[in-house]
């Protein structure tokens, strides 16, 4: 079983559309959980990071929930621009550190059409 | 956010030969630097970690002998891929943060090809 699983994609919606991107990992002792976005052939960048209580930033809203070990995404109010490649990340132990490395999951494919 | 440059973004290198691939911290020092990999329609995947001064710290299944990491100051590490063969095509890609605890940014990535 993948680390970090997500939607296989691609999603292909219409400008303006909602969106939901699922994510689950399979480590109980992850700690910090992220949504990251990937360019095609660029560096992923974080898109924000996710809170127990959930969080919200603009147009998109993430999700945590510990028990099921499942993460979410929504994108609200889709936008030409949001067209990428986004990622569930999860570490374990402190972020970034050497006990506490990142751990990608594959991504999901986003492509709005106008 | 930090910028984080590496050079070259793209290399091809003939089978048997070595490519170095350098990453800098531009505008901040990195006491840590962290190496990726992602082979096409795959995951970025944590190839090594290293501390500045340090010798670094190889996942399982990374080649240390292969993969060569120096990261002898705080604002550059590299990567030597020697003996490079065609099944090491990929995009490499690494990251900077300040401290080991800290945010990673990443660098724009390379992109090798071994012919």
């Known amino acids: 079983r993948k680390e970090v699983e997500q939607d296989p994609g691609p999603f292909n919606v219409p400008e303006g559309a909602t969106v939901a991107f699922n994510c689950t990992y399979s480590n109980s002792a992850s700690q910090s959980f992220f949504w990251y976005r990937q360019d095609c052939r660029k560096e992923p960048k974080l898109l924000m990071s996710v809170y127990s209580s959930g969080n919200e930033d603009g147009r998109f809203t993430a999700q945590l929930n510990r028990a099921s070990q499942y993460i979410s995404l929504l994108i609200r109010d889709s936008k030409l621009s949001d067209s990428a490649t986004y990622l569930c990340?999860?570490?374990?132990?402190?972020?970034?550190?050497?006990?506490?490395?990142?751990?990608f999951g594959k991504g999901t494919k986003l492509s709005v059409k106008p | 956010g930090a910028v984080v440059s590496q050079h070259p973004s793209w290399v091809i290198c003939k089978s048997g030969t070595s490519v170095k691939i350098e990453c800098r911290s531009l505008d901040f020092q990195a006491t840590t630097m962290f190496w990726y990999r992602q082979f096409p329609k795959q995951s970025l995947m944590l190839m090594a970690t290293s501390n500045e001064g340090s010798k670094a710290t190889y996942e399982q299944g990374v080649e240390k002998d292969k993969f060569l990491i120096n990261h002898a100051s705080l604002t550059l590490s590299t990567l030597t891929v020697t003996s490079a063969h065609p099944e090491d095509s990929s995009f490499y890609i690494c990251?900077?943060?300040?401290?080991?605890?800290?945010?990673?940014?990443f660098g724009p990535g390379t992109r090798l090809t071994v012919l």
């Open positions: 990340v999860v570490t374990v132990g402190d972020y970034g550190g050497s006990q506490g490395n990142l751990i």
């Open positions: 990251s900077a943060s300040l401290t080991s605890f800290s945010e990673q940014f």
